[in-house]
């Protein structure tokens, strides 16, 4: 937990604007990566320097600029004051501990979003923050770590099989959202493989560690819940507005990303109303097996504990007691014994205790 | 679980309106039915090859096409190209994973509906996804099985009984969603019974088992309400704005199917509060029975342990325990247990354990 | 409950506004009532036949037509025909499973709502479905099952005590929903009644017959609000809009039924609250006791199984148990015996558990 | 409860309007004061005769009416005609069991408040319905039963130190209505004691009768709810909505009222989830404890059975045992016996049972 | 709790706009600070008189008057006189017992917020009011307690790093808004700290504890949730609304700092979700305990027991008891027992209790 729903490190009296980091020290180089591409050109090059990268922007293209690594504050401050950016917005990207948000400004919109991956490994969901900000020919996407999953989308670029080549920054960050929110399935899916089994085990053979892992799913979807809830809000407001640079047609697509959010958000209470019912069930059984081990823990007390203080008796040494003398004392003993045994199995079992 | 609560399969890096058949593999056939029809002809007619069918359609009067199986991406992309259907829409089509949902374009409208069927040899509802296109002579409905409830629908359409050939694609769309929403009700009087079974087991003798049905029909009842809840929006959104392809006439039994699909909602609601407040009362019923258990072990222990213990005494063999001399000695031991029987039962008796 | 939170009576494939009965059948003959009145006359009379009927109305007058019982189907048809009602809603007359709702025409007001009966007998909650029709002149109801509330409100109208007669049919409307929400207050308070019961019992001396009852009155009480809730919104539309069917000196009284109606549902919902509370504290009551029956076999158990041990091992039969020849040996035993005893005594008091 | 959350007494087939009293007959006389003031003039008297207070009234001053008790229906039905209030307000007035509402008229302004007073001795809180009609003049209230909490505010307008007499009905109905809130709080710090106290007990030493407190103020705060709740909708409707009869600065004072409202409810709410986490808290305390409680007995018991069972061994007397005749037998089985002691209680520390 | 849910004392008949100081009572005497700064001049000095302070104040720059302690109520006053603030506005300001909340009036806006600070040694949340008043060139803070978080603002305009200077007192305002809720980021960073150690716990070695320390911070995240909830509110209604006093370029840092509440919420409601969940599964792993300890007295009892009885025959003194005789009784005897040992072995062993 400590790592996933980070707060902001106490930043108490610092002026707002201060561009400072906020998040998992690593010690890569900060990689950018600029794709300047129209229906004619593509042209793909990675630089260690944002002032080299910004004047190799064709102007002519469209030009995606993705930085990998936020701890050197210079990089996002050059590219902020190149594009004019507010300087809260800078703030904001530098800081990982955001909730997805957007920002939107005369002449850029900005969407900060949480890339998703299970780790398989720990059964537990990682995550990365991903800002985009959309300007008329440029975007600027800024990542945590590097390696992400859009390389496919840049061979899509590359490669000239779609049309996306020929349509404007909104439809690549389009495409960028898309690419994320389809990777929520691919997490949900793991997550519901997991449930699955830990249903089975629920209804056949439950024990002490299906705790912990209820425990341990719902925490991971809660996790994932606050990651992708406010999401929806944010491409709620994409769609429905009007801004200039959003077009049209790009505005059917976002709704599709809009929908399959909601269709996660949906998956993740769905999943939360289960694990909550299986713990209930989980509970209820617990209650279940300590009633039969105290049925059967009862039977045997109150059938043999007064039949022991029976051979108690006859095992005193007191000088008269005349039972032990009679022949056939000990042969009533044995019927007694048997006699109590029969009364009380048919008591049990008239409860429904055997 | 894994069948039903189905996610996406992870197309990450796919191009946005890529024709993917998402869902379960069948080997059928894909079949295609057109149904032509105005007030005076009735043509019914099955083809194997799209393009026939669309060539046979009748641009006189209203034509039905119905395509079981979606397994085949080139009969959709096929009508999808004749009826000028945005790619994300057939996308839709194709993934059947889809919640309800409606798409409203200018010149037709798009809804996502879950046809559910109610297994009863493992008390589980199954699910069909059906997509239909509103058009203005053309209707377009997409199931992923052959075989459907549609069959009454037809033979009114085709026996002219009703006034439903008189009308529009929108009173056959409305007809076809009336039906699918009707079976719900088929499936709320199942499940009703089944609950009503488990009601009368939880108030008799309540056992092992109920637990695991009452978790097993509060899923089903998840993943109804997932299927139902969003179709209340859908009609809700048909059944609010104005659209050029609903006549106003329609409305009225649009608005009556939402009708319904509320009903059907708040049985579903009713049916969990009830199932929950079983899982209560049930839980609260083995503590009682574990309670009920511990007072008989407890009531026989703390009658029998200490005579044991005075049996014990009189059975050591210290050479010299003057008690077992006394010629009463045995008789005042009797009289003593007796007396201590009686004061354990009294005590019993007052604190309500008897 | 099959009874109760009935669901339609599977319908697939009837062609829309077909008029079926769904609901329990009754033997009884179809009862109609005409009830002409304005400020000077009164005339009450009934038919067997609802042509004669119809034809027997007074068109200076508002014409109250009652019909008790909804198995002829000829009635409803015909009534329906003469006045021009939609034939949904005459199948939702006819299907005693709706929810309550409200349809508004532009010559008439349809209205269903739930009559409610408290069968104290089996402290069950029975109900019959009440469809109002309001049109200029005419007031058209329906009612399942022949006796209802309505006989004070008929002996009003009769003897001119009140003002009534001299307004008009959304005025008698008023009073028969005024009527129905009343006696639900007749209901809450015996439900109140019950609870409080409940909870004398369960402060004093939970038994274990309380459990159902809980179970049963929380399953009432969702009825209950299944059945008055939708009527919140009936009313609350009936008052906010403006008709010409509904005068405006009318709204006011409206609006104090709505009033009522939020009591109502208001009362259900702290009845429901106070329940839930009541199934805790008795959970974790039962747990409680648990708790002591326990405490009471531990303080027994952990005193004499200790002892016994002793007696058992000077009841041994080893020829050589040196102790057993001490002349002190049994007083010696009988100290150790009562100093552990003593011991164990004083460590159950410092845990309070004596 | 059956005092407090009350239900209309059913009142079926009444016409609407009459004037019947619902609530708590009292023995007393109807008390009708009369407080007539403005910047210059201040009268105060009492009469027994709702007539001669109206003939007294003053219309050069604003005066106020207050009644204590309703059970004298003439008293409401002579002040009734005479400001020309709606029968059904007046139907309100008498009917003690209405939730907090509001009613605006074109010439008067209907407000139901609840005067809440909290029984030290038997920690509730005890009810009491106050009406007020705000007129231009005129203000009327309506009590329940004699002697209330306006006696500060009388002196206030009596000894003119405030600037109360200056101005209109409106600011001395919110007067009336704050004064009522303002003791809203005296009623939380005295719940807030309490409830702090159950959390001592919580934290050191819950005892059984815990469990009945906890689920005693859970339904006092319920019904507390009940009546602050509607309140903020009353006040807020004052607020939000412009009435000739409401001064502009007087909405400022209001709207503090309305603040305070919001905080009271806030209060409760808060003090709800506190006692919930209680019972949480407390249920699970129990069941530790029961989990300690076996521990100690499972501890005793896996100890001792087995070793009785070896000392019931060498007291059987068998011909032959050949044990019994060692000359160290007794000593072997006392090493027996601590080895074994020891092995089990290293057993339990390793378990961390001890 | 009962410090920090605080509620009014009574005040029940003193006329609203009253000042009087509810809340803790210090002996400190009240500390007032003046900061009057432009982008040229800085002045900063403390007063003991609020009358000089006023006095001081510079007409052509921005004044900042902070007070430290509320109980003197003059300082109050004279404020309040000076600037015309309105009597229940400086009622508000003394009552200590207020949540967030804004009042906007033509010539100034006030603000209640509360200043958090977390206290390490009892992990307790500690609770300070500070009011805002913002007008043309005046900025009000009052605050209850001497010494405070602001340090590193005034620092700020003192040494004039940043463009703070220029600005107006809206911005000030928000600086002083920003750094409390920047601090909350530090309350909430510790308590999820301590939610990680009781997470910890829980998974290894759940205690006693562990209860109550769930139980501690869930009602400290109440308490929090309580204090930054209505600041949602509060700021919603400063970004949303246009007032003169608010510069446009302001509302965009407004809207951040409204983002950081929102997080702060949500981080709080997620706490709490999870502190449920740990009680819950506390809770069944609990039951899970209990019955592990009474499957391992059960099979120590139902072994045992029954063997103890075979003994206690064999140790029984009748004179005649044939199987005492035989030779091989004791070997017979043994071969008995051990063959009931593993019998019993195998039945659990099958049960998976061992």
Request: proline share 2%.
């Amino acid at each position: 937990m400590p790592k996933r729903i980070k707060s902001r490190k106490s930043k108490i009296g610092v002026a707002p604007g201060s561009l400072i980091h906020v998040g998992e020290h690593v010690n890569d180089d900060v990689k950018i990566q600029l794709i300047s591409y129209n229906e004619d050109i593509f042209n793909k090059a990675s630089y260690e320097n944002i002032e080299k990268c910004l004047s190799a922007c064709n102007n002519d293209a469209i030009n995606w600029i993705n930085v990998d690594g936020l701890h050197e504050v210079e990089v996002i401050s050059s590219a902020g004051k190149r594009f004019n950016i507010h300087p809260l917005i800078l703030e904001d990207i530098l800081n990982t501990t955001q909730r997805p948000k957007i920002d939107i400004d005369n002449n850029y919109i900005f969407i900060v979003i949480k890339m998703l991956y299970y780790n398989k490994d720990i059964k537990e969901i990682e995550s990365e923050q991903v800002s985009i900000i959309i300007l008329k020919n440029y975007i600027l996407s800024f990542q945590e770590f590097q390696g992400d999953i859009f390389d496919d989308l840049r061979r899509r670029l590359e490669y000239n099989k779609s049309n996306i080549r020929s349509k404007g920054t909104d439809y690549l960050a389009y495409s960028l959202i898309d690419t994320i929110v389809d990777s929520y399935f691919d997490i949900i899916e793991n997550i519901g493989d997991s449930i699955d089994e830990i249903e089975d085990i629920l209804m056949s053979n439950p024990s002490n560690e299906i705790l912990n892992d209820i425990y341990k799913f719902k925490r991971e979807l809660i996790f994932l819940r606050n990651s992708v809830w406010p999401l929806r809000e944010v491409l709620g407001k994409l769609v429905k507005s009007e801004y200039e640079l959003i077009d049209d047609k790009t505005v059917m697509y976002l709704r599709d990303v809009y929908d399959h959010t909601i269709q996660v958000v949906d998956i993740i209470e769905t999943y939360r109303d289960i694990l909550s019912g299986m713990l209930d069930t989980y509970l209820s059984s617990i209650s279940n097996k300590t009633n039969e081990v105290m049925k059967i823990l009862t039977i045997f007390s109150t059938i043999f504990i007064p039949l022991s203080f029976l051979t108690g008796i006859y095992g005193m040494n007191f000088d008269y007691i005349p039972e032990l003398k009679f022949k056939y004392g000990y042969l009533v003993f044995w019927i007694i014994t048997i006699f109590c045994i029969l009364v009380m199995l048919n008591y049990f079992r008239r409860k429904k205790w055997l």
